[in-house]
């Protein structure tokens, strides 16, 4: 450090010191006891110090550009925080005294906090919205799974009453023609319905109700005549 070139003392416990630098440091204290407080630079900077004699450490620099600076840590450390620009722009900093680099300010900590929350829950909203599209997917394999051994049984149902009444090959023709009829209009139901499950089973019964009344009607088989 510099020795002054004058010291200019106060009733006030005041006092100023000038180097041959240029700086200008004031000195608050009894004489031997005084602490640095405040430093003109001979730049035209300014810098405000804190803390007992040999210890002070900077916690505010006021830079010719007008921008202010906020300083914490021991002396010899200190390390920069926060800036305020002229134009009122407040930037934050993190970092060794140094090396601080610029880093969001709370605030905008707080939104992206906010946003990432949000992103989640939209995450969250569409795995549920999937889990629940399988689980109907599931569902209707299920319900369809049931429909088809139901429509099997009815007209298989039907199918044996032809045996006993007209024989096996018209039964063996009615069934053919039940089952192709009756799974035709239910896959035709499927896609106009737009894959509605309680559209679909009562669609089902309907036609499983139509093709059983179909099997009970009597019909004539058309039978080769045999020659004379």
């Keep these: 450090m510099l020795a002054p070139l004058l010291v200019l003392a106060q009733p006030r416990q005041i006092s100023f010191s000038v180097f041959r630098s240029g700086d200008l440091t004031t000195f608050e204290g009894e004489l031997g006891d005084e602490r640095k407080v405040h430093t003109v630079l001979a730049s035209g900077d300014e810098v405000y110090f804190d803390g007992e004699r040999l210890a002070e450490r900077k916690v505010v620099s006021v830079l010719r550009s007008g921008e ?125 319905i737009g894959g509605s499950v309680l559209l679909l089973v009562v669609l089902a019964l309907l036609v499983t109700v139509a093709a059983t009344v179909f099997a009970a009607l009597p019909t004539e088989s058309v039978r080769p005549r045999a020659r004379k």
């Design 68 to 192: 202010v600076q906020k300083f914490q840590g021991a002396r010899g450390v200190e390390r920069k925080v926060r800036a305020v620009l002229p134009d009122g722009k407040t930037l934050f900093f993190e970092g060794e005294a140094g090396s601080e680099r610029e880093v969001p300010s709370p605030r905008e900590c707080e939104e992206h906090a906010t946003r990432s929350e949000r992103r989640s829950e939209r995450r969250s909203e569409r795995r549920s919205e999937h889990e629940r599209e399988r689980a109907s997917v599931e569902a209707t394999s299920e319900n369809g799974a049931a429909l088809l051994a139901l429509g099997v049984a009815v007209t298989a149902l039907a199918a044996l009453g032809r045996v006993a009444t007209r024989g096996v090959v018209f039964a063996a023709e009615s069934l053919v023609g039940m089952m192709v009829t009756q799974y035709v209009l239910l896959l035709a139901a499927w896609v106009l």
